[in-house]
């Protein structure tokens, strides 16, 4: 019985490493075409510049004119200028 044990013991563990090497293939291939379809302009070469124009509630941001109102002495007016309303997001 002893010989069974082993033998099967050798066998599974055989099973199970070709399983899982095909297993894995099988979920890499899967990882990659899934990537690549929905990433699909990055290998078409050129680059391509999106630019996405709107406004963000200023609740959101927690500054906007009643913070800035509020707050005048406590930023540099250099500071305060940077952020403009409506704000301009390009993406690459």
């Avoid at 979920?27 to 963000?56: C, P």
């Avoid at 406590?74 to 690459?92: H, M």
Wanted: glycine share 6%; proline share 4%; net charge positive.
């Amino acid at each position: 019985m002893h010989a069974f044990k082993r033998r099967l013991a050798k066998y599974s563990r055989w099973l199970h490493i070709y399983v899982s090497m095909t297993s894995f293939v099988i979920v890499f291939f899967f990882a990659v075409t899934g990537w690549t379809l929905n990433h699909a302009d990055r290998f078409s070469g050129a680059e391509q510049l999106r630019k996405t124009s709107g406004t963000v509630d200023t609740k959101w941001t927690g500054s906007g004119p009643l913070l800035e109102s509020n707050c005048k002495a406590c930023s540099p007016p250099e500071i305060s200028n940077l952020y403009s309303w409506p704000l301009t997001f390009v993406a690459r």
